[in-house]
Each structure stands twice: as C-alpha cells, then as structure tokens.
C-alpha cells in the first residue's frame, strides 16, 4: 500500500490534515494522486542536492503528466482533469531552470504526509493502548490526575454549602429581624431567643466548619502545587533539555497546561468564597465570629499559592535555534533564530491581553570579557491562542537577531574565567505581567543557556558545550558552568553519543559499539561504570597520534551519517564502531565475500569503509580493507552503488565483486538492493537518458571507475562535473584535461609511458579458491574470454603514432580483461586498499563491456 493510499485511510481528523496540507498551489493533489506510485518511488531527497539527479526527475515527470494527459483524452467524463494536467504542466514549466526547487517541494509534502502517518500511528496506538504502560500512565501522573480530581469534586461541594450557608444566614437573619418587630409575651420572646441561638450556634458551626474545610482544600492544593512544579514541570524542563540534544523525549506540554488550568482555576475559585464570606460577614457579625480572624490567612495563603503557580505557568516551550542550525541553543549574530513561549493557564479572557516582551539577560556579562548582546526584531508580541495548536496561551518570537554590543575599546578582552567564545553561555530573558481577578503577578522566565557565535566555523564547538552542558547541568542559571566542568561518567556520555546517531540516523549506538568507544577511550576493563571523560579530553585534547580531538572525530563520522548514510545506518547495515582485531576475528569465522561496514578511525572529518573475508588455496582466510570512502566521495556516489560496482581483478585479470554477504549472512542485493539507484528493464525511466555505469576497479592503492555499457545520448557538458578523489602515484588521473579517455591532442608521450609503467607494475593475484569449506559464492563466478594487448604494447614503438594507437587501445573490446592489477594479502593492520573512483567513461569514445 502506497503512503498516499494509506492517508487517505486515515480519521476525520488526520485526513482533514492531509486535505490542508494540499490546499496550496506548489504541489497539486491531483498530481500527487494520479502520480502515486512514480512520485514515491522516486529519491526526492538526493534530487533536492543533486542538480542532474532533480533534473532527470524533472524530464520524467513532465513525461508521466503527458501520459496522465494522454489517458484522461481517451477516457469520457475526464475534460476537467484533462484540462488540469495541461495546466499543471505549464506551471511546473518555471522550475525548468532549477529543478532541485521542485524536488525540495516534493520532498517537504512527502515528510509532512510521513508526519501525518505518525501521529495517525501513534493516536491508534495510545486508544487501544498497545504503547508501553510506562509512557501512558506513570504512577505520577495518575497521583496528580486524581488529586485533582478531588479537589474539584470538594470545589463543587464548597460552592453548594457557601450558597447553604448564605440561605442559612439570611434565614437566621429574618427571624431576628422578626423577632426585634414581634410583640409578644416574655415566655414568647424567650422561646424565640432560643430559637434564634440555636439558629446562631449552627450558623457559626458552619461558617467554622466551612473555614476548615477551606484550609484542608489548601493544604490539598499545596501538595499538588510541589507535585506539578517540584516534580512534574522539573522533569519536563529535565526532558526538554534533553530533547534539545537528541534524546527522544516527549515533551509536549498538553498534560501540564491542562494540570495547571485546573488548579489555578480551583484556587481564583477559592478566592471568590472567600470574597463572599467577607459578604456574609459586611450583613451579619457576631461576637466570636470567625471569619474576621481566620479569613485573612487564608486569603494569603491563596495568594501565594497563586502567584507560585502563575510564575510557574511561565515556561519557554520551544528554545531558541536557528532555521540552518546545527541545533537548539547555538545562535549566530547577525543570523535569524525562533523561541516561543506558553503560559500554561488558559484563560480566554486574556488572549491577545498579555504583551510578552524579549531581551538578553546580561547577567553573564557583568563577568570581564564576557560579551554583550542586543536583540532585534519583533521585541513584544501577545500571548495568543490562535499561535498553537490546542488554543493555548502562546507567543512565537520567529525573527529576532542578536547583535554584539560594542563596549570599551571592542573585542572580547580577557575573560576572569579563561573562557572560549563557545564556553561562554547566555540567557535570552521573557517578561509580561499577569492582571486579572484582582492579582497582578509580575512573570519572567528565561531560555536555556545558549552559545553565541560570531561565523559557521564555531559550530562544531559550539555544539560540543551544547552537549557537555545539557548532559551534565540540570541548573539552567549555571551560566559559570565552563570555570570547573565535571567530568561525564560513562554511562552518561554513551547515552548522549547514542542520542547524537539516533537523530542523525534514527538508530543509537548499542552495546558492542559503545563498548567499542570505552575500549578506545579507557582501554579494556571489566566494568566502566567508574571511568569517567572530562571536558577537556572530549573537546580540546587531540586523540593519540592524531591531530584532532574527539569530539571533531565523533562529529565528521554523524555529519557523514546524517547526510549519505542515513537510511545505512537505521537499517542496522552498518557495523560501525567496531576494532580492527574484532573486525578480523568476525569475518575470519565466515563464508567466502563476508564483509562489514565499519567508520575509519583515522579520518577527522568521517570516513567508512569496508573489510571482507577471502580465502587462500590451502584455505587460509585473509582479510582486505579499502581505503575509507569520506564525505567528498559519497557526494558524488552513494555508498549502496559503490558495493553494487566495486570490482578487484583476480585470475586472468577478470574483474569480480568480492562482496557477497553483509555479515553475518545476509545476500548483499538483499541487504541493499531497495537503495541501488541504477534499475534494469521498464521498471528504469532514466535508461533512455544513460545507458552505462559505474565499475570499481579495485588497484594495489585503488578503485578506478570505468564506464560499461553503450554510448550515452546526453553529452558530457549536460551533466555536473564529477569530483576525482586523491589516489597518490596511482594510475587515476586527477582531472578531465589529463585523462587517458580525451582526444589524442591532450595526450603526450610521457604521460603514455607513466600510464604503462604503472600497469607493469601489477602483478596478478591468485584466484578465489573453490575449495570447502569455504567455496567461492556465485558472485565470484564468472566466465570472461581471453584478450590480447597487443595494440597497447606497440604503442611504445617510435614508427606507431601514440594518437592512433591510443583511440585503438581504448576502443578495444575486452579492454578490461587485461589490465594486470595487484592485491595484497594481509600482512598488518594498517593494510589497506585505495577507495578512489573515477568516471572514466566520455560518450563521443563509446566502450565495450
């Protein structure tokens, strides 16, 4: 089932949200309806950063809506639609230019519906209650529900007996009065009087009674105040500090404002009985009436429950981050960044009333060196209810910038801490004044300390004290936290590095891959439950035999993850974390082509490669490792294309593909076969377009990548110029105008000898064996016929013209079978293959496969 059929499955109330999100001119419904299955079987993502990848895109789907047109002209009853698609067409003539728009068009509805699935998901989960226990009821939350629940049952009781107690008064009220007009005998009087002090003992009895039951209502009211803001609030600003570093926490504040709400209502409704016995007592007083004298500290207990809870109410819901931020908490001057606030009592007779007003708290910068800021933009805005979702009290600050305050002689100075620009934390500070029912709170709450940066360059550390600071403090004012940060016991930094992959590549680490990084970082112990990491060894000291710390390492390996290894990772594809001995260990105990996925050590920007398992004649397993593929590589082809093609010569010079089984044993199509781009048959619309691909050639210090298959129909100028990794003294070239594959003119003698010299120093390996146990898989065997190089050694003869002899060279048909390449077999750990590719292959020289 499609992810369109499914939305269109959905609730009322979800449907209704797929219907909005359409109700807009960038992405017709029609289109996405009609076009269903081509638009989800498309990567719209990887189209949204690769111009000819959105381009080829773009063609076919002008072509689809040509085909939708066509259908619809045979079919009666379908002008309308018809006559859409010839408009559709047009309109989606503009991004003609930059199809990449249209692709990140495309992409942003398909997250939104995959958005809408979600909550979809989630809402059948939690009605037929198949989500854990834990997350739907703790025992907490079910106290609070409850004390709530009686105090607003013992609210609704306190207003019947106020209004009994006003009927009572009033009844005892006409019979005195009565009684002072009635003229009548002394034994008559005497029995009114009596009467009238039987009346007045049960009068104050109530009134006593209904004072107590005030107090206990208070008492009440306490224990759930410290529930919801010593307990409830403190761990939902607990959770939400996490959140801002990746950790999957909820924090929605809808249980909270609905807690709130109640309890403040229940105490303003405290408050008018307590307005009203101030009534009863202006009408009739007694001698010993206790009204007068208990009255008022009741009254300022309610207050100050009040007021507690208001300031309370007042919470930063979304802290500040920048729309192209590494994350929350780090800002940028001069750079837009977004902060909304909620007050959790929903009130409507304060919607639009209450201003919010925004400023930096430079609290910090009364420190020498510290830095100052202004903000700018939208300074004040209403709490206002049409700004959220469930009508609450909300102010959405979205264009505020910080700029730095220019004191003194300018510069940052000398800072009494010692600190780094990216050590130094700051508070963004809100403020507004609650008026109503006779209570007037003055409300200020602040943001999570944030790191100011000046340029892009900081982010990285920025983001570092980001991390160290929200796994470590819970104490939002700590703004000295840099002076003497604590070390982060093991168990805390293993789960915020697992944070860190779950929202680069929604898969944490698990336990063999943190065990991995305890080993790399305490060495191997029996238990880590008392190492500890400081700060200085996570951010500024480098790793051993290194240039860069770990934290620089860490992070080159998520930005690697997030942008091209994402789907990899979450699937579980890629090992990781994992040692080099391990490593050996593993694959040494399986089949022929066993191979695992694991991140370099020893690249500071992130790198992954690959290791597999191969067998000697005698049955000795070695094992070979490719030169790690980095960021510059996997821009140009995605890592799942590069298993497919990577090819190493064997016997007789045939290319095969070594890998064959993604360990333990999973097929290497099964495992990554859905990610290939390249598709065979009707299924490929592109193949009218390309018709060639990419092999691997793996050398004794590289993979060339030489084109296979007939001659493109687009020319090189139509395509994205392609990136050539560094391959060292190898035969890759290093850029158009020196490859072997252009016009003769571009070729000179010596580069000619330098191309031969290299090949001649290849020696052939032996061949796979097929021996058992461990027998070559079917990817290993192929069958290739035998061809000459003649042509190529001739051209070393000063009577043959290097030209001529060049285009025949590369014309040859079995041009790949003998180019002599050498594998060598594992002799130490740092062996390693080159991971270097090229695109080799020119549509005016045609190649034969």
Known sequence: MTQWERLQQLDTVYSQRAFDLYNRDEFPMEVRHYLAHWIEGQD??????????????FQVLLENLDNQFSRFAQEKDSFLL???????????????????????????FLVKEREILNDAELAQ??????????????????????????????????????????????EFDFKYQTHL?????????????EGLQKMLNALDKCRRSFLSDISTMLDTADALRSALIDEELVDWKRRQQKSCIGAPDDTSLENLEKWFTQIIECMFQLQKFLQKLDELVGKMTYENDPIPVRKPPLKSRVDTLLTHLIKSSFVVETQPSMPQGRGPLVLRTNVQFSVKVRLLYKVSELNHVMKVTVSVNNAASQLKGFRKFNVLGTLSKALNMAESMNGGMVADFRHLTLKDQKVGGGGKGINDLSLSVTEELHRITFQTQFDYQGLSVSLETFSLPVVVISNSSQQQSAWASVLWFNTLCSDPKNIKFFETSPAAAWSQFGEMLSWQFLSCGKRGLDNDQLETLAIKLFGKQQSYDSCKISWAKFSKENLPDTNFTLWVWLDGILTLVKLYLSDLWSDGSIMGFVSKGKERLLLKKKQNGTFLLRFSESIKDGGITFSWVQYANDGTPSVQTVKPFTSTDLKQ????????????????????????????????????????SEK?????????????????????????GVREGPESDLSTQDRDPL????????????AFEKSPMLSSSTIDEDMLNSILDSDNECTVPDAFPPTAPHTSPSCLQHNFSESHVDILADALSPDIDVNDTLHEFINCPNILNDINLRMLPEESDDFVIDSGFQDLGYPNIPLTP
């Open 125 to 170: 989960q939690v009605q037929t209650l198949q989500v854990q226990p834990a997350a739907m009821e703790l025992e907490s939350q079910r106290q609070v529900e409850k004390s709530l629940k009686d105090l607003k049952t013992k609210v609704e009781v306190m207003e019947h007996s106020i209004r009994c107690l006003e009927e009572q008064q009033d």
């Open 723 to 734: 990136f050539f990794p560094d391959a060292g003294d190898d035969l890759l070239l290093q």
């Open 82 to 108: 018809q006559r859409n698609f010839r408009r559709y067409k047009q309109n989606f003539q503009k991004y003609q230019e930059e199809p990449y728009t249209l692709a990140t068009i495309i992409n942003w």
């Open 44 to 57: 719209w993502e990887r189209a949204s950063r690769d111009s000819s990848q959105a381009a080829f895109l």
């Open 637 to 676: 082809i995605a890592l799942p294309d590069i298993l497919c093609n990577f090819r190493i010569m064997v016997a007789e010079n045939i290319p095969v593909n070594p890998l064959c089984y993604l360990y333990p044993n999973t097929p290497k199509d099964q495992a990554f076969g859905r990610y290939y």
């Open 181 to 193: 007009m009635d003229s009548c005998t002394e034994e008559e009087k005497k029995m009114q009087v």
């Open 680 to 704: 065979t048959g009707e299924e490929n619309p592109y193949l009218k377009y390309l018709k060639t691909k990419l092999v691997f050639v793996s050398k004794e210090n590289g993979c060339s």
